[in-house]
């Protein structure tokens, strides 16, 4: 059955992906469905943070079309593709922000960049309220980056990603550096924003739990392509080495029981 275009938030065909001699992604097509949480998932160096940043723009592609919200985003120019990157967030590794300004400071980089002429006193509204969505507390408005724990940072990010009210969110592991306890509370706040805002989620990941816990499909990466998409047992079905090797190793049967003993407590 085909997908209506509606349905599908971000659609990539035939992407080609290089660096000098160095191939990274070729012939590689994915769709993501408006409303899911889609782990991606690779060994590393298979080019997942690189197709993440095709699809905001941050990669030039060799060859291939990529469309987000139905739209080509390739060859548009700046004030098209700026129309469209307003509707989405993003959270990359290590949150990035920046470190001379607050956590409010940061959340509010967005909203000025796209509304430059809003007044100052929606501007510390909408930051404040952006804050509390992300589970921080309000005395955190007024920190800096190095004033916070790892899982500070990444909640920061967070705010500041739903900034625009994004439709679309691109997290490039939420998780890492996280302990098992601040993990598992992240991934319930993306799970939380996504159910309260119907939020597409592009999920980088390595961390099994997250996998278990809240996506609802997953994407694999290898051989310079999307090798497999979908659920969890779709994906264990698979006779594909890699796949087998990461669900199926102790840390993914640990992972699996955990989550087995939570669906039946
Ligand atoms: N700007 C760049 N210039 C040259 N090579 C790059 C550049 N960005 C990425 N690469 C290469 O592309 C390949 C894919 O990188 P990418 O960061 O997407 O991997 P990844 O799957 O996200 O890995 P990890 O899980 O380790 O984060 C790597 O071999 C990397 O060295």
């Given at each position: 059955m085909s997908e209506k275009d509606d349905d599908i938030v971000i659609r990539v065909r035939g992407l080609k992906n290089g660096f000098g001699?160095?191939?990274v992604h070729d012939r590689l097509d994915l769709d993501v469905r408006r409303g899911e949480i889609l782990g991606v998932v690779g060994g590393s160096g298979t080019g997942k943070s690189v197709l993440m940043r095709s699809i905001i723009?941050?990669?030039t592609?060799?060859?291939?079309?990529?469309?987000?919200?139905?739209q080509s985003m390739i060859g548009k120019d700046e004030t098209e593709a700026k129309n469209i990157r307003r509707r989405w967030g993003v959270l990359f590794q290590g949150a990035a922000l920046f470190s001379t300004l607050?956590?409010?400071?940061?959340?509010?980089?967005?909203?000025?960049?796209?509304?430059?002429?809003?007044?100052?006193?929606?501007?510390?509204?909408?930051?404040?309220?952006?804050?509390?969505?992300?589970?921080l507390p309000p005395e955190a408005a007024m920190k800096y980056p190095s004033e916070l724990s790892g899982g500070m940072?990444?909640?920061?990010?967070?705010?500041?990603?739903?900034?625009l009210d994004p439709e679309l969110l691109f997290l490039d592991e939420p998780t890492a550096g996280l302990d098992p306890i601040g993990a598992a509370a992240f991934d319930a706040i993306v799970r939380e924003l996504q159910k309260n805002l119907g939020l597409t989620v592009f999920l980088i990941t390595h961390d099994l739990d997250t996998l278990y816990a809240i996506c609802d499909r997953v994407a694999v990466l290898a051989d310079q392509k999307v090798v497999a998409i979908g659920t969890i047992p779709e994906l264990l079905a698979l006779d594909h080495a890699w796949i087998q090797?990461?669900?199926?190793?102790p840390r993914g049967r640990a992972a699996r029981a955990t989550e087995e003993a939570g669906a039946e407590a």
């Open positions: 001699d160095q191939i723009g941050l990669q592609p060799i060859e291939g079309d990529i469309s987000v919200f139905g607050t956590v409010a400071e940061n959340v509010q980089v967005p909203i000025r960049e796209f509304y430059p002429r809003i007044d100052a006193q929606l501007l510390d509204e909408i930051a404040t309220y952006k804050i509390a969505m992300s589970g940072k990444k909640r920061a990010g967070i705010a500041r990603a739903l900034a090797e990461y669900f199926n190793g």
